[in-house]
């Protein structure tokens, strides 16, 4: 189906957008270009639980605050200033059932500050899930990640980089074993304040391992299978 929060613009040949799909499996199917940004649809074919389908990742740009519900947020700042950041919300369409079907999104933040040097990664989940030693971003049946970044803090300089992994649970409830079942990435560069969005493209195991030991220094109670473990996934 088509992206359902995207407007009309351009649309451009996928080839021309600005990162390759990195992961075999994955494909972009579209790609638009306009003048607030790119805006994209990206699809993940996956295997698990001998049942198979896909991960559908919609993109785009920012261009009003209170339709995301930013106003929910208490940010403390004029929220105008979200415009232009990315907008990126992943679903997974999946013929499992019940707890076949239970499963879970993780997110690895990197932030390039170019203006003081620095470069870091971070675990990007809710404070109140980080105090309960849960590393998911979100969690349940067949659950959606959304997420949209903004200026929090300001950084004039930076490019930030989120690596999204649909995550599963070998036997849910006791395990403390965290496998990946496929991942994306995306984000945006930001140039003297503002904000340029890159569209998502599929990762391999080599992005899986950098945020196994993130995550691990995070949580280190739990365990992190850095290697993608469906039948359709690179690696």
Not at 97 to 111: D, S
Request: proline share 6%; net charge negative; hydrophobic share 40%.
């Amino acid at each position: 189906s088509d992206m359902t929060f995207l407007g009309g613009a351009e649309v451009i040949d996928p080839r021309r957008a600005r990162r390759a799909v990195e992961s075999q499996s994955a494909e972009i199917q579209l790609v638009r270009q306009s003048d607030s940004g790119v805006e994209a649809k990206l699809v993940i074919p996956f295997r698990l639980h001998e049942a198979e389908d896909r991960v559908v990742v919609s993109f785009g740009v920012n261009r009003d605050e209170a339709r995301w519900g930013f106003d929910r947020l208490a940010l403390g700042f004029d929220l105008a200033l979200t415009h232009g950041f990315p907008v990126c919300k992943a679903e997974f369409e999946f013929e499992g059932e019940g707890y076949n079907a239970a499963m879970g999104w993780i997110q690895v933040v990197t932030i390039d500050d170019r203006a003081n040097g620095r470069t870091w990664s971070t675990v990007d989940t809710n404070p109140r899930f980080r105090a309960i030693d849960n590393p998911f971003a979100t969690l349940g049946h067949r659950p959606t990640l959304f997420d949209a970044p903004g200026p929090n803090p300001p950084r004039a300089d930076e490019r930030w980089t989120a690596e999204s992994f649909l995550a599963d649970c070998a036997d849910l409830v006791r395990t403390r074993r965290v496998s990946t079942v496929c991942g994306f990435s995306w984000g945006y560069d930001r140039e003297g304040g503002t904000p340029s969005a890159f569209p998502p493209v599929g990762v391999g195991t080599e992005a899986g391992r950098r945020a196994a030991a993130v995550l691990s220094d995070a949580f280190p109670s739990r365990r992190f299978g850095s290697d993608f473990i469906s039948e359709l996934g690179d690696g």
